[in-house]
């Protein structure tokens, strides 16, 4: 019985690990809000790039608090769908923000964590959550085999801001 558990173990955690992952160590930033810079026509190209994975603070931006947008381009393989073993959810890793996100994927809002100053309950931080956000892999959303873009809006209240935890 013992064996059984222990291979059937193994098994599935190489189907698990076997998951591909797109890693995106660096995005295009600016701080500041506007709500065109989610847009997949906006041209982020004199943005400067940055870490994902390192509070701003420590790349340059020292003591900014308010808003900030992350812009990450990326091609999706549909050869990602077809070798996955679970080939029903593309799931965003994007580690912690500080304080609060909306993360858009292709224009459109997949997910927020914390609620900004301008929600109807007013700023609520939650710098210590990790982001996980799903779409199913058969949304209208998802541009297979074309370019991609996460337009990430943050917002930090104090202190250190901006993504950390983790590449996303």
Same mark, same amino acid.
């Given at each position: 019985?013992?064996k059984?558990? =222990?291979?059937s173990?193994?098994?599935?955690?190489l189907?698990?690990f076997a998951q591909?992952?797109?890693?995106?160590p660096?995005?295009? =930033?600016?701080t500041?809000d506007?709500?065109?810079w989610?847009?997949?026509? =906006?041209?982020?190209? @004199?943005?400067?790039?940055?870490k994902?994975?390192e509070d701003w603070?420590l790349?340059?931006?020292d003591?900014y608090d308010?808003?900030?947008?992350y812009? /990450?381009?990326f091609m999706l393989?549909?050869?990602l769908?077809k070798?996955a073993?679970?080939?029903?959810t593309?799931? =965003?890793?994007?580690?912690?923000i500080?304080?609060v996100?909306?993360t858009f994927?292709?224009?459109?809002?997949?997910?927020?964590t914390?609620d900004?100053?301008?929600?109807?309950?007013g700023?609520?931080g939650?710098?210590?959550?990790?982001?996980?956000?799903n779409?199913?892999?058969?949304?209208?959303?998802i @541009?297979?085999?074309?370019?991609? /873009? /996460?337009?990430?809006?943050?917002?930090?209240?104090?202190?250190?801001?901006?993504?950390?935890g983790?590449?996303?």
């Amino acid at each position: 019985m013992n064996k059984l558990f =222990f291979t059937s173990l193994i098994l599935f955690s190489l189907h698990t690990f076997a998951q591909k992952n797109i890693p995106f160590p660096v995005a295009k =930033f600016h701080t500041g809000d506007d709500p065109a810079w989610k847009d997949a026509n =906006f041209d982020d190209r @004199q943005w400067p790039s940055i870490k994902t994975d390192e509070d701003w603070e420590l790349q340059g931006y020292d003591k900014y608090d308010g808003y900030a947008w992350y812009r /990450i381009k990326f091609m999706l393989p549909s050869s990602l769908k077809k070798n996955a073993y679970w080939q029903d959810t593309l799931s =965003f890793h994007l580690g912690k923000i500080d304080d609060v996100d909306e993360t858009f994927f292709n224009v459109e809002k997949i997910g927020q964590t914390g609620d900004l100053p301008s929600d109807a309950g007013g700023y609520n931080g939650m710098w210590d959550a990790y982001r996980i956000y799903n779409l199913p892999t058969t949304s209208n959303l998802i @541009q297979w085999d074309k370019e991609n /873009i /996460i337009a990430i809006k943050v917002y930090d209240h104090a202190g250190n801001g901006g993504m950390f935890g983790g590449v996303p």
